[in-house]
C-alpha cells in the first residue's frame, strides 16, 4: 500500500464514517463477516458520495475513503464504489473486490465486483473468479467473470505463460458449457466469453467457436465470427461460406468474410467476389474486398478494375476505392502490371495524392512507378521538397509508399537502385528547411507533421547513419517529431552515445507543456539501453507532475529490475476542480444531445452523463468554446470508425492535457462513441464512432455516448471530410434511466 494511503487514513477515518453514516443509506455491516442483511438497493447514489466517488477516481487515489462504501447499505453505493476501485487500477484493492464478489447480497454489486477485478487485470484475482465461473450459477456474476478472466489472461507477462493457459482453458470450459447445457443458455456469458476468449487465446477454441455460428440470434453469430477471424481459425468456414451469402444480418455476412480472407478459404473465392460487388451493405463489402485482397487471386482484380465503367462506381464509396487499391497491390506485387498501375493512377488523382493506400500499392506493383513522377538526381530532390513546403498529407503519403520499397526481397532485379533513389528522396524531404525554395505562407503550413512518417520510412532501409540522423531529430521542436526520433532510436541496438542523446533529450521533454508524447518515449527507449546511466535519466523522472510519466517511469525501472518506485506514482494532479465535478455530475438523469455537423451532414449522438460524467463533461466544454469546428475527420477505417477530434490531423494531437478513463460496462455496439487513447488514461480531444459492433473494445476504451441519428452520415464520411460545428442540447432530469 502506497504510504500517503496510510497517511490519509489516520487523519480522516472517523469524519468519513459519520459522514457515510449520514449519506449512504442508514449505515455500515462489518467487513468480513455474513453477508449484509435488509440492503436499501433501489435509492439512488447522493450527489454528495458521487462527488467523493468520482473525485477518487479522477486523481486515481484508492484509499479507507472508498473501501468504507464496500461496507455502504445501499447496494448501489457499493456497485458503484466497486466500479470506481477497478477504474483506479489499485493492485491493493484486489482482496476486497474478491470478498465483494464472493459475499455481497446483490448479484449486480458482485458482477460489477467481477468486472472491476477485470480492470486491475491482477493475476491475484484469478482464482476466486474461476471458483465463479466454474460454479455455473449467479449467471450476470459468473458473465463478468469470464470477461475479467480474459482481461487477466492477456495482461499476464510471457513468463506466466502456464499460468495463461491455465485461465484460457477455464474460459473455453465455461464456453462450452453454454454451448452444451440442455437449459436455456445465458446469452451474456456467451458474448463475454466469445470476446474473452480472443484476448486469452486457450488452445483448441475453434470448434467450441464454430458451434455458436449456428445460433438463432445474429449477435452471437456475428461474434462468432469476430472471434474466429481475430484468431484466424477455420473450424468454421463451411458454415460461414453459408453465411456469407444467406446470413440476413449484415454483420454476420461481414464476419464471415473476415474469416474466409484471414484463413484464405480458395473456397469461398466466388462468394466473396460477388459480395464485394453486389452487397447492398457497406460493410460486407468492405471485408469481402479484404478477403479478395489476402486469397490474391487476379480475377477479383479484373472485375474491380473496370469499376469505372459499370454500376460499381454508384455504389462504392471513396473508403471503399482505397480498400480496392490495397488489394491492387497486394495482388498485382512485383508484376508491373500496367492496368493496374493506370487504374491507381486515376485513383491517385482523384485524392490528390494524399492517400498513402495508393502510394503503397503502387510501390508494391512497380517501385518504378512510384519514383518516376518526381524524378532523379537534383530535380527529384526539390520536387519532394516542394510537396511537403506546399501539403504535408501529400508528403507523408509519399513518404509510406517510399518506405514501402524497403520491403523488396534482397535479390529482387533492380532493388539496390531504387531503393538508393528512395533513400535520397526521403532523405530530402527531411532536409527541406535548407532547400532554398519559397512557397507561399499562406500555403505552407505545419510541414513538420509529414516527418514522422519520413522517418519511420528511412528506418526501414536501416541506413548506416540512421542513428545520427535520429539524434539530430531529437532536438526538433515539434514534439511528435521528437517522439518518433526517440522511438526509433530505441529500435537500435543499445549504445553509448544513444543513451547519451537520449538523456539529454530527456529534460526538454519533460519540460513539454500540451503533450508529453516524447517524455514517454524516451522513457521507453532510455529503458531499452538497460545501463546505468539510462536508469539514472529515467529516475529524474519520477518528480514529473504529469501522472503518466511517473507511472512509465516506475514501470520501465521495474521491468529492468532497477528498483521498485511504486510510492512514486502517488495520485493525479488533477486540473478539475469541485464547481467541475459538480457540473459533471448536475447531467446525471438528464438526457443530453451532440449535433454533430460535418460537411457531409449531421448525426446525433446521445451522450452518456450517468456512464461516463467527466468524458461526457471534457467533451461537452470542448465543444461549447468551438474547438471541434473546421477539424477534418483524420482516419477512417470502414466497418472499424471514423475517428476525429485531432487538430494537428496526424493523429497525434490533443487540447494540451490528458483525461483518465471511465471504463464502463456500455458495449461498443454500432454507433457508439469513444475516447480514443495511446495507453489508459490518455484520452483528450480525440473521439471515434464505430461503424459495427467491437467488443474487442468492450472494457479497454471509455463509452460516453451513442449516435441515435444519422448513422448514414456516419457510413458515408470519409478521410477529409470536415466537422463543422459541435451543437449540446440538454434536457430536463428524465424520470428514469435510460438503457
Known amino acids: 500500500m502506497n504510504v500517503h494511503f496510510i497517511r490519509s487514513v489516520k487523519l480522516r477515518s472517523a469524519l468519513v464514517c459519520f459522514l457515510l453514516l449520514l449519506v449512504s443509506g442508514g449505515g455500515f455491516a462489518q467487513r468480513r463477516t455474513q453477508r449484509l442483511q435488509n440492503p436499501t438497493s433501489g435509492d439512488p447514489v447522493s450527489k454528495i458520495l458521487l462527488l467523493k466517488i468520482v473525485r477518487a477516481e479522477d486523481e486515481r487515489r484508492w484509499d479507507e475513503d472508498l473501501l468504507s462504501l464496500f461496507s455502504a447499505r445501499n447496494a448501489n453505493v457499493r456497485s ?16 476486497e473486490l474478491v470478498h465483494l464478489m464472493q459475499r455481497d447480497d446483490e448479484p449486480k454489486v458482485r458482477a460489477m465486483a467481477a468486472f472491476a477485478l477485470g480492470e486491475i487485470e491482477s493475476p491475484v484475482a484469478a482464482d476466486a473468479l474461476m471458483a465463479v465461473v466454474r460454479d455455473n450459477k449467479d449467471e450476470p456474476v459468473r458473465a463478468r467473470a469470464v470477461e475479467a478472466l480474459g482481461k487477466i489472461a492477456a495482461a499476464l507477462p510471457q513468463e506466466q505463460e502456464a499460468r495463461q493457459r491455465q485461465l484460457a482453458a477455464a474460459i473455453l470450459d465455461a464456453l462450452t458449457f453454454e454451448a452444451r447445457r440442455r437449459s436455456a443458455p445465458d446469452h451474456q456469458t456467451i458474448l463475454l466469453g466469445l470476446t474473452a476468449v480472443l484476448r486469452a487465446k486457450p488452445a483448441n477454441a475453434g470448434p467450441i467457436v464454430a458451434e455458436f455460428l449456428h445460433y438463432s440470434d445474429p449477435r452471437v453469430r456475428a461474434d462468432a465470427g469476430n472471434t474466429l477471424a481475430r484468431l484466424k481459425l477455420s473450424d468454421g468456414n463451411e458454415r460461414l461460406r453459408k453465411l456469407l451469402v444467406n446470413d440476413p444480418d449484415p454483420i454476420v455476412r461481414a464476419n464471415a468474410a473476415r474469416v474466409l480472407g484471414v484463413t484464405e478459404d480458395k473456397k469461398a473465392f466466388e462468394s466473396l467476389l460477388d459480395r ?103 530535380t527529384g530532390r526539390q520536387n519532394v521538397q516542394r510537396i511537403i513546403l506546399l501539403n504535408w498529407h501529400i508528403a507523408s503519403s509519399l513518404a509510406q509508399g517510399l518506405g514501402e520499397i524497403a520491403a523488396l526481397p534482397e535479390n529482387a532485379p533492380g532493388r539496390k537502385q531504387v531503393a538508393n533513389e528512395a533513400e535520397e528522396l526521403l532523405r530530402a524531404i527531411l532536409d527541406y528547411r ?104 529515467i529516475k529524474t523522472a519520477l518528480n514529473s507532475p504529469d501522472y503518466l510519466i511517473r507511472r512509465k517511469a516506475v514501470a520501465v525501472l521495474k521491468a529492468n529490475g532497477a528498483g521498485d518506485f511504486s510510492s512514486s506514482i502517488g495520485t493525479v494532479q488533477t486540473r478539475n476542480t469541485t464547481a467541475d465535478y459538480e457540473r459533471a455530475l448536475a447531467r446525471t438523469g438528464r438526457q443530453v444531445n451532440a449535433v454533430v455537423t460535418t460537411s457531409k451532414g449531421a448525426f446525433t449522438i446521445a451522450l452518456l452523463p450517468d456512464d461516463a460524467p467527466l468524458n461526457v463533461d471534457n467533451f461537452i466544454q ?24 485531432d487538430p494537428r490531423g496526424d493523429g497525434n494531437g490533443g487540447p494540451g492535457y490528458q483525461i483518465r478513463c471511465e471504463i464502463n460496462e456500455v458495449p461498443y455496439n454500432r454507433g457508439a462513441v469513444g475516447m480514443a487513447l495511446s495507453g489508459k488514461d490518455t484520452g483528450g480531444s480525440q473521439w471515434f464512432v464505430t461503424h459495427s459492433p467491437q467488443p474487442h473494445l468492450d472494457g479497454g476504451y471509455t463509452v460516453f455516448g451513442n449516435v441515435v441519428s444519422g448513422m448514414d452520415i456516419v457510413d458515408s464520411t470519409t478521410r477529409g471530410d470536415v466537422i463543422l460545428s459541435v451543437t449540446i442540447k440538454e434536457s430536463l432530469p428524465r424520470t428514469s434511466k435510460q438503457d
Open 80 to 95: 458503484r464504489a466497486a466500479l470506481a476501485a477497478g477504474r483506479i487500477g489499485n493492485p491493493d484493492a484486489v482482496a
Open 622 to 645: 470542448l465543444a461549447q468554446r468551438g474547438y471541434f469546428g473546421g477539424i477534418s475527420i483524420h482516419r477512417v477505417v470502414p466497418n472499424f470508425v471514423i475517428q476525429d477530434g
Open 276 to 378: 464485394a460487388l453486389k452487397d447492398s451493405d457497406s460493410r460486407v463489402r468492405v471485408s469481402a474486398i479484404r478477403a479478395l485482397a489476402l486469397l490474391k487471386d487476379a480475377r477479383a482484380a479484373v472485375a474491380f478494375r473496370s469499376w469505372e465503367r459499370t454500376a460499381l462506381v454508384n455504389l462504392m464509396r471513396d473508403s471503399e476505392v482505397l480498400e480496392v487499391a490495397t488489394m491492387l497491390g497486394k495482388i498485382y506485387q512485383g508484376t508491373g502490371d500496367k492496368e493496374a498501375l493506370a487504374w491507381l493512377s486515376r485513383v491517385r488523382e482523384h485524392f490528390n495524392g494524399a492517400a498513402p493506400e495508393v502510394e503503397i500499392a503502387v510501390a508494391r506493383i512497380s517501385p518504378a512507378a512510384e519514383l518516376a513522377p518526381h524524378g532523379t538526381g537534383k
Open 434 to 537: 535548407n532547400s532554398g525554395l519559397t512557397i507561399n505562407t499562406l500555403v505552407a503550413v505545419h510541414s513538420e507533421y509529414a516527418i514522422p512518417d519520413v522517418l519511420r520510412a528511412l528506418a526501414a532501409f536501416k541506413p548506416k547513419d540512421l542513428d545520427d540522423v535520429l539524434k539530430k531529430h531529437l532536438k526538433e521542436s515539434d514534439v511528435i517529431v521528437r517522439a518518433t526520433a526517440a522511438e526509433l532510436l530505441g529500435e537500435l541496438p543499445p549504445a553509448e552515445s544513444n543513451t547519451r542523446a537520449l538523456v539529454e533529450a530527456l529534460p526538454i521533454a519533460l519540460a513539454d507543456k500540451a503533450l508529453n508524447d516524447a517524455a514517454l518515449a524516451l522513457l521507453d527507449s532510455l529503458g531499452k539501453q538497460k545501463n546505468a546511466a539510462a536508469h539514472d535519466a
